[in-house]
C-alpha cells in the first residue's frame, strides 16, 4: 500500500508530494483554490483553472505543473491523474499509482451535478483518502433543483414586495453557482469586487457561463440580486440597502435554527460537497481496501464504515495514533 503520513498536513513519502498542504512545501498537489487549501510551495500539481484562480488569490511565483482531467504525468516513480471533483471550478481529485499500490485522494468533492462543475470522475483505489465534511447520517441534502427553486422563489418573493434580497454565499464555488442559477430565471447577480473578479475569471474559463452580472458599483437594476460573501464586512456593507431579506446558503442549514445563528430571513441548504448518502455511495464504486478521512466528522465516518466492515480511520484527529499502531 502507498505510505500516508499526516504531520499537520497529509503526505505522501515515496512520492515526496503532499496534499493541500497549507504550510509551504517544496512539492504540494493543491486540489482547489479555496483559501484553506493554497500555500506557498515552490512547486506544484494542479488543474489549468485553479492554476489561474490560484494566481488571482494568492499571488507569487512557483513552477506550476498544470495537468487537465484524465491526463497523467509521472513524478518520482509514481503516476498521477488528475480528476474532476465536482467542488467548484477547476476542483480536482489526484489518483496516484506506484509498484506499491493506488491512491486516490479526493479534496473537497461533491457527487450532485452543478453548472459551474464537472461532473465527478472516480477511479478504483486501495487507499482512499476522502473529505467528510458531512460524515454524519443526520446530514442528507434534499434535491438541489427544489432548493435552487426555493432560493429563486425567495428572491422573486423579495422584489415583489419592494425589498432586496440578499444571498450570503462564498465568494468562489457558491457565488458563481447561485449566479448561474439567477440569470438563467431572468435575475441579475450584483457582486461585491472579490466575488466578482472571482466570477468573471470563471466565466473566462466556462464559455457557457451566462453572461449579466454585475459588480456592486453598478446602478442597481429592479431585478437585481446582492450576492455577498458571510461576514462582518458584508453585514456593515449592508447598512445602506433598505428595506431587504437576507438569506444564507450553506450544506450547515441542515441543521435546525441556522437562519438564527447567521442572523439572515432564511437559510437554504446548497453545498459544494457530497452529503452522507453520498459519501457512503462514494466509497462503494471506489471500493478500496482502507480508507482514511478528514475534515468534519472524520472520526464518526471512519467508525461507521469500520461497523460496516471496512478498514477505516480519521487522518487528522485521535484516529490517527490507533491508524499508526
Ligand atoms: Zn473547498
Redesign the pocket.
Known sequence: MVEVRYRNGVELPDCKIWLDPHDAKQLAFVS?A?AD?LGRHAEVVLTPATAVLMRARLGGKRVMHQVPYGHRIDMNHFRLTLLSAG??TGSAQIFLESEAGSLLYTG?FKLRDSRSTQPCQWRKAETLIMETTFGLPKYCLPPTEETLAAIVAFCQETLAEGATPVLFAYAL?KAQEISWVLLENGLIPILPPSTYRMTSLCAELQPSFPMGFLPLSHPRPSNGVLVMPPGRKTWAALKEVHPRRTAILTGWAMDPGAKYRHRCDAAFPLS?HADYPDLLRYVEWVQPRRVLTLHGFASAFAADLRARGIEAWALSENDQLQFML
Open positions: 482547489h479555496h487549501h467542488h467548484i473537497d464555488g459544494d
